[in-house]
Nanobody, 122 residues
Framework: VQLQASGGGSVQTEDSLRLSCGAS????????VGWFRQAPGKEREGVSC???????SYRDSVKGRFVVSRDVAKDTVYLQMNSLKPEDTAVYFC?????????????????WGQGTQVTVSS
């Protein structure tokens, strides 16, 4: 199983980016998918997650700015990031949960891959 996050880049404060998460060897539609990020010198933290039923959750600092969604036909998960701030700078990863997995605990996620760098400058 391989997951791949893409769509990162270098932007200015208040700009937007859309990250995409695809997988091979796994049907993302059938599992919860979490977006995590890791800034230099910091622990990886949960940003958002979406269940197989479409239920979503967000960390407080991104509520109202980030939107997680699925394209079922493409078996792809997106993270739309609006009103970006310098503190959003990090490498962003998507991770696929195991059966019944959900939330922001990485212990519930079985698969992840290469991340994508997001850099927000002021």
């Amino acid at each position: 199983v391989q997951l791949q996050a893409s769509g990162g880049g270098s932007v200015q404060t208040e700009d937007s980016l859309r990250l995409s998460c695809g997988a091979s060897g796994l049907i993302l539609n059938n599992v919860a998918v979490g977006w995590f990020r890791q800034a230099p010198g910091k622990e990886r933290e949960g940003v958002s997650c979406i269940g197989s039923n479409g239920f979503t959750s967000y960390r407080d600092s991104v509520k109202g700015r980030f939107v997680v969604s699925r394209d079922v036909a493409k078996d792809t998960v997106y993270l739309q990031m609006n009103s970006l701030k310098p503190e959003d700078t990090a490498v962003y990863f998507c991770e696929a949960a195991g059966p019944g997995g959900w939330g922001f605990s990485r212990a519930r996620y079985d698969y992840w891959g290469q991340g994508t760098q997001v850099t927000v400058s002021s």
